[in-house]
T-cell receptor, first 111, second 114 residues
Framework: TQLLEQSPQFLSIQEGENLTVYCNSS?????LQWYRQEPGEGPVLLVT???GGEVKKLKRLTFQFGDARKDSSLHITAAQPGDTGLYLC???????????WGLGTSLAVNP | DVKVTQSSRYLVKRTGEKVFLECVQD?????MFWYRQDPGLGLRLIYF???????EKGDIPEGYSVSREKKERFSLILESASTNQTSMYLC?????????????FGSGTRLTVV
């Protein structure tokens, strides 16, 4: 069974701090996606990374795909209360149309 | 922007009722999915469809069925609702077969079975 493990499970920080969340697996993925979900809403796609070692930036968010395509990280610089939410990673193993989902990191950014 | 619309945000049903959850997408996506989301269990795939009238079981199909008569609409049916089906239900769509594109999710239906 392919698994994606996300850490930490919960994170509570003050506005302006930096943070990194991780998404790890023993399996290789052809691509990996990051989503953010706000309470009571569906997840929203932030980014897809495809190439091993790839780094993508979305304003204050930096996403990295591991060289071996087994892991990924999301770094947020100078976090703001609007960054609060559940961050989910999802991997495409390439063998069917389904994604493998992590359980998420719940981030709270306090003003 | 792609839009995925779920018919209800909140629903309360009685045990044993047949429940229909509707999902419509407006961007001609081939793939559609139904998930349920529960605390500590994450997103679990119930059923998905990659074409009209096609369906495949996900990880937890028991107690559910689906219908896709038109490309834009994917319905989830709870044949006889039970309290353990109380959950947040999320519908999603994605563009194409052959490669996994990002999913667009609806806002979810919070179903309570009493």
């Amino acid at each position: 069974t392919q698994l994606l493990e996300q850490s930490p499970q919960f994170l509570s920080i003050q506005e302006g701090e930096n943070l990194t969340v991780y998404c790890n697996s023993s399996s290789v993925f052809s691509s990996l996606q990051w989503y953010r979900q706000e309470p009571g809403e569906g997840p929203v796609l932030l980014v897809t990374v495809v190439t091993g070692g790839e780094v993508k930036k979305l304003k204050r968010l930096t996403f990295q795909f591991g060289d071996a395509r087994k892991d990924s990280s999301l770094h947020i610089t100078a976090a703001q209360p609007g960054d609060t939410g559940l961050y989910l990673c999802a991997g495409d193993a390439g063998n069917n149309r389904k994604l493998i989902w992590g359980l998420g990191t719940s981030l709270a950014v306090n003003p | 922007d792609v839009k995925v619309t779920q018919s209800s945000r909140y629903l309360v049903k009685r045990t044993g009722e047949k429940v229909f959850l509707e999902c419509v997408q407006d961007m001609d996506h081939e793939n559609m999915f139904w998930y349920r989301q529960d605390p500590g269990l994450g997103l679990r795939l119930i059923y998905f469809s990659y074409d009209v009238k096609m369906k495949e079981k996900g990880d937890i199909p028991e107690g559910y069925s689906v219908s896709r008569e038109k490309k834009e609409r994917f319905s989830l049916i709870l044949e006889s609702a039970s309290t353990n089906q109380t959950s947040m239900y999320l519908c999603a769509s994605s563009l194409s077969a052959g490669r996994t594109y990002g999913y667009t999710f609806g806002s979810g239906t919070r179903l309570t079975v009493v």
